[in-house]
């Protein structure tokens, strides 16, 4: 990878994958590309940023061309409670994205990274230790666009020899960027309200038990695989990748250990709660460990201190 291009950079990933790509490659390899002007000008505060509409062909094409870019990171995307809202937009906009994303990697014979999720998992996949290949049959539009996703971009790399890879996220805990309309963002939502004012309504059920990841072990994944011999790929599109599964009671009870005045309650969110019903206790990851040295380092406790660290001091608390 030498000049990469992150469609999609200003959300929960975007926004710490940017600085992550930029120690490794460079500052000036990297562009992120985003829709909204407001994502543009932060980003522009720490990295070459564009403008740049994922759904439309030719902007796209005329960027990859512009910048000679050779490694393309695909991360527009509506989240599932978002997604439930409006799903044909979920779906135009999800596997839009990625249709011109595949394309243009075709074209321009770029490598092709596109996230898939727990989301492409559903209530008849077996939830525990799931295995890497199994029952993929979503019910929401963002777990319909990500099994759809991983097909189409399988396609793209037997078909076209596009180099096309990508990990399942589980629901990714941060303090760079808040995530937006996702199932798992009360793991991220928690740490400001604790912080913020002690209290927190938490609207995902207390027995939810779902893979969660600390964002730097989730940026590792990502350049790990790409740089990942080919050759010892046996699977691409998607691999499933675990380091913590926890419900919120869970988190929530090591949080108090550590703020004994931390307060919480439930108001439960019916399309959320069935949501998280469906997905996985914890993925089964060995594929990852054995083709591409997958190797996470953060487990529940030390992520808990990292959060609450980091934010506090953002806070002055
Ligand atoms: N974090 C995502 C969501 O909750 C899952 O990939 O929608």
């Known amino acids: ?9 200003g959300g929960q990933i975007g926004t710490e994958l940017i600085p992550h790509l930029q120690k490794h490659y460079g500052a000036d390899q990297v562009i992120a590309a985003d829709l909204k002007d407001e994502s543009v000008t ?10 740049l509409d994922a759904l439309d062909f030719a902007s796209y094409g005329e960027a990859v061309k512009k910048y000679e870019i050779d490694s393309i990171f695909n991360l527009v995307a509506l989240l599932s409670a978002t997604g439930e809202k409006n799903p044909e937009l979920a779906w135009k906009i999800n596997m839009g ?25 559903g209530a008849s996949t077996p939830h525990d230790h799931t295995p890497q290949d199994t029952v993929m049959r979503p019910n929401t539009m963002y777990g319909v666009c990500k099994v759809s996703g991983e097909l189409l971009s399988d396609y793209y790399h037997e078909r076209f020899g596009v180099d096309t890879r990508s990990v399942r996220f589980p629901g990714i805990i941060s303090n760079g960027c808040l ?15 604790v912080l913020g004012n002690g209290r927190y309504t938490c609207t995902v059920p207390r027995d939810a038990y779902m893979d969660m990841m600390y964002m730097p072990d989730a940026l590792n994944a990502v350049t790990t695989l790409m740089e990942a011999d080919p050759s010892k790929l046996v699977h691409r599109n998607s691999f499933n990748i675990a380091s913590m599964s926890f419900t919120p009671e869970q988190l929530f009870a090591k949080i108090k250990e550590r703020i004994p005045s931390f307060t919480w309650d439930y108001d439960i969110d019916p399309v959320k709660a069935a949501i998280a019903a469906s997905w996985p206790d914890i993925m089964d990851d060995t594929c990852a460990r054995e083709e591409w040295g997958w190797n996470p380092k953060w487990d529940l406790d030390a992520m808990i201190d990292d959060m609450l660290r980091t934010i506090a001091s953002r806070l002055n608390k």
């Open 42 to 51: 932060r980003l522009s505060t720490f990295s070459r940023a564009i403008k």
């Open 1 to 9: 990878m030498k000049r990469i291009l992150v469609v999609g950079a």
């Open 179 to 193: 995530p937006g309309g996702g199932t798992t963002d009360y793991a991220v939502e928690v740490f400001y309200e």
């Open 97 to 121: 994205a990625l249709l011109n994303s595949l394309e243009l990697a075709k074209e321009f014979h770029t490598a092709l990274f596109t996230p898939s999720s727990i989301g492409a998992f």
